[in-house]
């Protein structure tokens, strides 16, 4: 079933509306018909099952057949990330977004090659994260405000648990902080380096922040596979890669 986003004060009972790129996406795009059944989400957890009625120019009228309320608390992941080059962060926000991360942070550190806001990236992010929620059929987008500083993010950072990756980490694994026996923290907020990795100091200054280093193994792996990975790991640590 195709998937749309819409905007929540669009649905007013068992009435919906799609306007704008997602309209022209399935009309012109997908030239979906009166009739047809598909599926919305507003992007705050509520998932409807709804039926196209009419069209017309730039706009979609439907008819909401069934509503999902949102799902119950789960552990929340945020990943701390550094801005990468080129277009590796599109695919961080992808895949952290199709992995199910509930919020991602870009920062600049001292090292990152690029240090400063692009507000059409940001932009473009969080429409990266909208098209990845339709594929893996996720309700809720993940929080992906402006880019921030290190300093900022680590003052910032409010979960349960915070640690840090760093490829200099002799001593703490994964497993060591989240043990399988152990119940997860209700919050975890993880930190990625750039490319050329953290400069000197800022291990220290993260865990003056109360964040602790943590390896993910011997093998130096490209910053955006570190992420993607890292992240996948961390979900699957917390549950949240069970079914139901």
């Known amino acids: 079933m195709r998937r749309f986003f819409v905007d929540p004060a669009a649905v007013a009972g068992d009435a919906a509306a799609l306007t704008g790129s997602e309209a022209h996406h399935l009309s012109e795009v997908l030239r979906l018909t009166p009739g047809t059944e598909v599926e919305l989400f507003d992007g705050q957890g509520t998932i409807y099952r709804a ?21 119950g608390a789960r552990p929340h992941l945020t990943l701390g990330v550094a801005l990468l080059t080129g277009k590796k ?56 405000p402006g880019v921030t500083d290190f300093a900022t993010l680590i003052a910032s950072a409010r979960a349960d648990r915070r640690i840090v990756f760093w490829e200099q980490e002799k001593r703490h694994t994964l497993a060591d902080l989240l043990p399988a026996a152990a119940p997860p923290p209700a919050s975890l907020i993880a930190l990625f380096g750039p490319e050329g990795g953290f400069a000197g100091g800022e291990i220290d200054e993260a865990v003056a922040a109360g964040f602790t280093p943590v390896s993910l193994g011997r093998r130096i792996l490209r910053a955006e596979t570190a992420v993607i990975s890292g992240g996948a790991i961390l979900q699957y640590l917390l549950g949240n890669l069970a079914q139901g």
């Open 89 to 144: 962060m599109d695919l961080v926000i992808q895949k952290a977004t199709e992995l199910g991360v509930d919020a991602i942070l870009p920062y600049v550190s001292r090292h990152c090659s690029v240090k400063e806001r692009n507000a059409n990236k940001e932009e473009r992010w969080q429409r990266i994260a909208v098209e990845a929620c339709k594929q893996c059929n996720r309700p809720v987008p993940p929080h992906c």
């Open 51 to 71: 039926r196209v009625e009419r069209l017309s120019r730039g706009r979609v009228e439907l008819h909401v057949l069934a509503v999902t309320p949102p799902a």
